[in-house]
């Protein structure tokens, strides 16, 4: 496999920010994207970064150290929605997509 | 447009009965996947396609066959079911790959029971 490891679940206040970590291994790298999945939904698209440094979309940003194989999902300014299941992955040498197991995030009030 | 439409939504079958779980995309999308997630975890790869005619397998295939007769159409058959095969299933398609996001269907909840 890919070995991507990201933690299982954290917990935050609303209007905090939390930063989900993600680390990989770094042979064959051709990217790494972010999903967000709520319960009972299918996964949508976050980001998606190939280059280092911080890429930021409104409230969430992902940055990226291909070097380290190390990559983090920025989440600020939480709001209740952003409750769900967020899942690192990153194509193999072939293409396919692998996923790691995904962070719960839990925003309280 | 419709995007990646799967059916069924939930189904609930015995132990050694054979379904098949179907996907269609109208997107003209040449890479089609199959991924399975069961509770608390990731996704993983039982099969793929990267176009007409041509099908692999992914990490989880046994168990499972595929057939690609269409660009549309990926179904995705399970013969003599077993109840480690309970998971929510989700088709997927991409134009290419590697550092194209996926467009995923809805998912099917199915229970081997």
């Known amino acids: 496999g890919q070995n991507i490891d990201q933690p299982t679940e954290m917990t935050a206040t609303e209007g905090a920010i939390v930063q989900i970590n993600c680390t990989y291994q770094?042979?064959?790298?051709?990217?790494l994207f972010w999903y967000q999945q709520h319960a009972g939904e299918a996964p949508t698209f976050l980001s998606y970064n190939v280059l280092d440094g911080l890429e930021e979309k409104g409230r969430f940003s992902s940055f990226l150290s291909r070097s380290k194989g190390y990559s983090y999902l920025l989440l600020k300014e939480l709001q209740m929605k952003d409750s769900a299941s967020y899942l690192c992955a990153r194509p193999d040498s072939w293409g396919k997509l692998q996923f790691g197991a995904g962070t719960q995030v839990v925003v309280t009030p | 447009n419709a995007g990646v439409t799967q059916t069924p939504k939930f189904r609930i079958l015995k132990i050694g009965q054979s379904m098949t779980l179907q996907c269609a995309q109208d997107?003209?999308?040449?890479?089609m996947y199959w991924y399975r997630q069961d509770p608390g975890m990731g996704l993983k790869l039982i099969y793929y396609s990267v176009g007409a005619g041509i099908t692999d397998k992914g990490e989880v295939p046994n168990g499972y066959n595929v057939s690609r007769s269409t660009t549309e159409d990926f179904p995705l058959r399970l013969e003599l079911a077993a109840p480690s095969q309970t998971s929510v299933y989700f088709c997927?398609?991409?134009?290419?790959?590697?550092?194209?996001?996926?467009?995923f269907g809805s998912g099917t909840q199915l229970s081997v029971l």
């Open positions: 770094t042979s064959g790298f051709n990217g």
């Open positions: 997927a398609s991409t134009p290419g790959h590697t550092n194209e996001k996926l467009f």
């Open positions: 997107m003209n999308h040449n890479y």
